[in-house]
């Protein structure tokens, strides 16, 4: 005799579940504005160089914090133990 389960949500599961809903809510509506503002803001030109300013900025950041935290693993020290925690965090959001 077999029995089937079915699988019981944890509250977790439904945080998750609520926050992938709003992420993809917000993604569509910035995907929504984005078409309708790019004619009106002075076309695709200016949304690319924008768009390029802002990756340039968020790669560099995170890239200098993946720097000096490798320069810190390399190199040790009692100082750099407290400030790998900082180092860490932004480069995590590295999405290479």
């Known amino acids: 005799m077999t029995t089937t389960t079915t699988p019981s949500t944890t ?3 439904t945080g ?9 809510l917000l993604g569509i ?5 984005t078409v309708i503002l790019v004619p009106v803001s002075g076309g695709l030109d200016a949304f690319f160089e924008a768009y390029l300013v802002g990756f340039i900025f968020w790669v ?3 890239l200098g914090c ?12 009692g100082l750099g133990v407290r400030l790998r925690g900082g180092f860490s965090r932004p480069e995590r ?4």
């Not at 998750?16 to 993809?24: D, K, P």
């Not at 993946?66 to 020290?77: E, V």
């Not at 959001?93 to 290479?96: D, I, V």
Request: proline content about 3%.
């Open 93 to 96: 959001a590295t999405s290479l």
């Open 29 to 33: 509506l910035g995907l929504v504005l």
């Open 60 to 62: 560099g950041l995170t």
């Open 16 to 24: 998750l579940t609520r926050a992938q809903s709003v992420a993809s």
């Open 66 to 77: 993946l720097s000096l935290l490798c320069i810190q693993h390399l190199a040790g020290g």
């Open 11 to 13: 509250p977790y599961q």
